[in-house]
């Protein structure tokens, strides 16, 4: 896979992974400063318990995924606060949310300004306000990833901020925080861990660092994606998904990810249906077309091995087949519809290939997909 190697790595400063590891929060946010503002999802208290002694100086609940605006009124209630320090505890849009207002504080700029695709795509500034990222659920890894997504209603279109110094200074990971998820939010945002080890695995942009999270990743799903679903009081299935979620943002951060985002990230900009069963709708039909094109166009590329390598990782059959048929059973395991039961409709079909042709995911693609090829990979989505 590697004729040369020529790589770099960046992750978060530093990163704490074990059950009931959320009891040191407090030590670990002090150092970094005294005003914190905490971000949360739609119960703002829920959290309250975990915060010991710290000096919380503004408070911003976001119950869905984070929009421009989302970001604006954030910025604005946290530089008012003086907020030294953002602590970001819950799912990816949160944390998002919280490494988007960490870069803006930073700055005077608006989140436009920096926007990839629709905005104006300006450097963001070369420094963050630390921020502290928390995950209660096993999906994004976007605690430890450099980039933060933002839907723009306007434009019906989900892009991201993305810089270096988006990385939080501290991704603590408590599987336990995972086992009030219901059944629903466990398979979609199971359903994004397990394809963002997929795809930085048979990315060409693909190290033998991100090879390794990728690796690992997948055999954590292997164990605990369908078992977290079936019984999430299962710690030790949620631990694997935690641990599945971690690897991915790690893989992502540094070797890109590939269609399924690509055109995820336009559907739910569309559509407004959750980005991790967009994903599960997406990543067995993107399988097999990439597979396909990658026969057809690139038969000697090293991709084909990397989907041989995830087929058995997966299943333990090294055969592609065996890798799309478990996909799909997965899918329906976790009770995840298609496309059409998610909001997209045969006359937005067209609206979604142009979109997703402009998606910087798809650099991370193995191969170029033709408008035609993606048409047929919704098509079979839906």
Known sequence: MFDVLD????????????????AELPELVAPL???????????????????????????????HEPTMD???????VAREAGTEVVLAIGGGSVIDLGKAVGILLAGEGDP????????????????????????????????????????????????????????????????????????????SSG???????IEPYTSPFATPMTDGFCRAGMEAAARGLREAFIDGSNLQARTDMALCSLMGGLSLANAKLGAVHGLAGPLGGMTGAPHGAICAALLPAVTAANVAALG???PD????????DAAELLTGVAEVEALVAWLGETVRTLEIGGLAELGLTEDRIEEAVEKAARSSSMKGNPVVLTAEELRFVLTGSM
Not at 70 to 76: G, L, P
Not at 191 to 197: E, G, I, N, R, Y
Not at 301 to 308: D, I, N
Request: proline share 8%.
């Open 7 to 22: 790589f770099s790595f960046s992750t978060s400063q530093r990163i704490r992974f074990a059950a009931g590891a959320v």
């Open 33 to 63: 400063g005294g005003r914190v503002m905490l971000l949360t999802g739609s119960r703002p208290d829920r959290h309250d318990a975990l915060l010991g002694g710290l000096d919380v100086v503004a408070r911003h609940a976001v119950g």
């Open 70 to 76: 989302d970001a604006r009124q954030a910025v604005a």
């Open 112 to 187: 436009m300004d920096h926007a990839e695709v629709i905005g104006r795509g300006l450097p963001l500034p070369a420094t963050s306000v630390p921020v502290v990222a928390v995950p209660t659920t096993a999906g994004t890894g976007s605690e430890v990833s450099a980039n933060a997504v933002l839907a723009s209603p306007e434009h019906q279109v989900k892009v991201s901020l993305r810089s270096p110094a988006m990385l939080p200074r501290v991704a603590l990971v408590d599987p336990e925080l995972t086992l009030a998820c219901p059944p629903e939010v466990t398979a």
């Open 191 to 197: 359903m994004d861990a397990l394809t963002q080890v």
């Open 296 to 298: 057809q166009r690139e």
């Open 301 to 308: 590329s090293p991709a084909l091995g990397r989907y041989v």
